[in-house]
């Protein structure tokens, strides 16, 4: 492997991507571009053997813990998979008592997800051995999700300097809108929010963002567009009148999109609503990056699983 | 070595003199180099008697006993993180000589036999412990409670604390009924529908940190509410723990009106801000990271989210922590209290949002005041009142350095600072983000109603 980004690289965790700079975002991607066409080729590095990764999902989750397991297995780590969520193993028990215990038993990285903003900031600090990698927590953040986003949009792109991305929908609660946020711009796009205003609002400010709640002025000159998943149960609430008002204002069809730059590019980090953030219509269009989005989730959690593999050795 | 030595209001009274010292006295607007000379728990004039205890006492700072409106003694109910045997310690090493017991105990003080328990339990304690009583039965908004046995009980105040009278029709009436007797409906302002699922004060950082935000607006709805009530009822409404800058003003507009309205402001709201919940660990008059929303290197892994910085009202955003300090300053705020809410580990080693709220206050409120001091943000003696003279006057207590009052005063060190370090503190319980950092201002002495309760080695020797 190329070895520019080990250099760069010197961090423990993966709490967020807000920590990086660029060029160690570009680093991250540079090296996840090198593991994807490894592996497509069965030359992957065994990085991580002996060892030993443990998944610990407090919420439900299907794509992030299956890349997360396979990215590691194929790096030849050891997986245990703690399936928290919707058993009995964290009853009674805290937080910081089941990671330690699971340090104590010789793991050496916790890929954790928990319905709760911050906790892998709590477990960051309340291990000694093993490095926490943030898979989604709260409406905090959701780093590699936001990597595998920024890797897919500079490919499709060739970079993302001065590009303009829209995301669109429920912002405020979406740890995805916000880690994305913070690497697109980062890595030099401007982007801009829009939905409904208790959704958008809270970013009016933040560096790189514009709020702009009507999608058709948001979407002129777009260069990619974002679709949230709307969460059913808070469109009915906090943010807007009706599901139906959402789909009618914001839902994306490939109408809106006619707004946007000729072949801008539509993303989703999935599972889409289907005729509710997006058009069915649209996620068979050769504009879409959503498959692709999919196939970078593994290469791209390589490689954090990599660089932390490296820097673990140096502490 | 410096021995700590806690006593009580049952011990016998003080007789010391100290020469040299620093008297202020806010009340009096005294602020003189004397000798203090203190025989049988009472103040005297002149020369110190031959053969009492003379120390010299050059470059220390004797004051009124601070007085705490807002203490959370945990008992009966929660012992595990504190009593009152802790609870008055923490008070005596902080300065304080009387604090008000908060009624959000377990079970809830809403019953005057339950008040004289608890009074009669603290005749042994460190500081003189007074009873703000539960507003409603069960703290649940629906019956008031009897106001008047629970006055004769001993009373000073009643509150639902933890969270306001939610129903205006029932603020209204313990409003109304409290007039008879001359005492304040303590209002913990919080609008509860507005303020649900808040773990933060809304606004940039909580945008930034994924928490649910706890707009300003719960402050001011509950404030303005409570306004128009006690200028109909003719109620004293007392403001506790105020925490935005948006319920200042309509408070100066009553009062100018001639409503009658007090209100207090705690040292965390001053000092700390919502940045801290992002990992900083400035106070608000100092240039800190001022994380950027968005932009910046992260946060902070060692203090972001740290639970022990969750507390309701929410820590303030900057522009608010100044407001009210600024409002301390021109006497709007009548007091500064503690809100002093001891948690054990457990329940703040956890994520955020299960975090119990509060943090401990007793302990470092005179430090904070007197960094917000040396910051020039607040005069010295306008701190004191704050803390002393003005909250005792609000429930009926003299505070007074001149000859031939009874002695209820601290004597603290403002030139050194101090380390607060689980093992300096007094409480039960460590909840308090500023574990680690160096808060200036040394207790050095404690005097409750002419007993000495806390002694840094001043008038002891070990």
């Known amino acids: ?315 | 070595m410096v021995i700590d030595r806690f006593g009580s209001l049952a011990d016998p009274p003080a007789t010391f003199a100290l020469t040299g010292v620093r008297v202020i006295d806010p009340s009096t607007n005294t602020d003189v180099v004397r000798d203090l000379v203190v025989a049988d728990g009472v103040i005297r004039n002149g020369d110190a008697p031959s053969g009492i205890p003379r120390i010299d006492a050059a470059g220390l700072v004797a004051a009124p006993g601070l007085c705490d409106l807002h203490t959370h003694l945990r008992t009966p109910g929660d012992e595990g993180a504190e009593t009152i045997a802790s609870g008055t310690r923490a008070a005596a090493h902080g300065g304080f000589t009387t604090v008000c017991a908060m009624p959000n105990t377990d079970p809830p003080l809403d019953d005057a036999l339950r008040v004289r328990g608890l009074l009669a339990e603290a005749a042994h304690a460190a500081a003189r412990v007074r009873v703000v009583a539960a507003a409603t039965r069960g703290r649940a908004g629906e019956q008031l409670t009897d106001h008047g046995a629970l006055a004769a009980a001993g009373a000073i105040g009643f509150s639902d604390d933890g969270v306001a009278v939610a129903p205006a029709a029932v603020a209204r009436q313990a409003l109304a009924y409290l007039a008879s007797l001359g005492l304040p409906l303590v209002e913990h302002a919080e609008e509860p529908d507005l303020a649900a699922g808040g773990l933060m004060r809304g606004g940039p950082t909580a945008t930034r940190l994924g928490l649910g935000g706890w707009p300003a607006s719960a402050e001011l709805a509950i404030v303005e509410r409570d306004l128009a009530l006690a200028a109909e009822t003719g109620g004293w409404i007392h403001f506790t723990h105020l925490a935005t800058a948006a319920g200042l003003e309509p408070i100066r507009r009553a009062r100018a009106s001639g409503t009658r309205v007090t209100c207090d402001v705690t040292p965390h709201h001053l000092a700390l801000t919502d940045a801290w919940v992002a990992g900083d660990r400035h106070f608000a008059w100092e240039n800190g990271h001022d994380p950027e929303p968005g932009a910046s290197a992260g946060l902070d892994p060692a203090f972001a989210y740290d639970g022990v910085c969750r507390v309701n009202p929410p820590l303030p955003t900057r522009d608010d922590a100044m407001a009210l300090l600024a409002a301390v300053a021109d006497g709007t705020v009548d007091a500064i209290a503690t809100d002093h809410a001891p948690h054990p580990p457990e329940r703040k080693a956890v994520p955020f949002a299960e975090a119990a709220p509060g943090l401990i206050g007793l302990e470092t409120a005179l430090g904070i005041g007197l960094a917000a001091v040396a910051a020039g943000h607040l005069e010295l003696s306008t701190l004191l009142a704050a803390l002393s003279t003005r909250p005792a006057a609000l429930i009926g207590e003299a505070r007074s350095m001149a000859a031939g009052s009874n002695a209820d005063l601290v004597v603290f060190d403002p030139q050194r600072s101090w380390r607060v370090e689980r093992a300096a503190l007094a409480s039960r319980s460590a909840n308090t983000p500023l574990v680690g950092m160096d808060l200036p201002g040394v207790v050095r002495l404690t005097v409750a109603a002419g007993r000495i309760t806390y002694d840094a080695g001043l008038i002891g020797s070990e």
């Open chain 1, 1 to 315: 492997m190329t070895a520019t980004w080990i250099s760069t690289w010197t961090r423990r965790h993966l709490l967020d991507v807000d920590e990086l700079s660029r060029a160690e975002l570009e680093a991250v991607l540079d090296l996840g571009v090198e593991l994807r066409g490894r592996r497509a080729a069965r030359e992957l590095p065994d990085s991580l053997r002996g060892l030993a990764v443990g998944l610990a999902f407090y919420e439900p989750s299907t794509r992030t813990r299956v890349s997360f397991e396979l990215a590691a297995r194929e790096l030849g780590a050891t997986v245990t998979d703690l399936s928290v969520a919707g058993s009995s193993v964290a009853k009674g028990e805290s937080l910081i008592d089941t990671l330690r215990t699971l340090e104590r038993t010789g793991v050496r990285m916790v890929v954790l997800r928990h319905a709760a903003s911050g906790a892998p900031y709590l477990a960051a600090r309340s291990l000694e051995r093993a490095a926490i990698l943030n898979a989604g927590d709260g409406t905090h953040a959701h780093p590699t999700q936001a990597l595998l986003d920024a890797l897919t949009l500079r490919e499709a792109l060739g970079s993302l300097e001065g590009a303009r991305v829209v995301i669109v929908g429920d912002a405020a609660h979406s740890r995805v809108a916000r880690s994305d946020l913070h690497a697109l711009v980062r890595l030099g796009a401007s982007v801009v929010l829009s939905g409904p205003p208790a959704w958008v609002n809270p970013f009016a400010g933040w560096p790189g963002v514009s709020v702009v709640t009507d999608l058709a002025t948001a979407l002129s000159g777009a260069d990619a567009v974002v679709a949230l998943r709307v969460q059913r149960e808070r469109a009915a609430g906090s943010g807007v009148p009706s599901l139906g008002e959402y789909v009618s204002r914001w839902g994306l069809t490939a109408e809106k999109l006619e707004r946007a730059c000729p072949g801008a590019w539509l993303m989703h980090p999935g599972p889409a609503n289907e005729g509710v953030e997006i058009a069915a219509e649209l996620s068979t269009d050769p504009r879409s990056l959503i498959g692709r989005q999919v196939e970078n989730g593994v290469p791209i959690r390589m490689a954090v699983l990599s660089l932390l593999a490296v820097e673990m050795d140096r502490w």
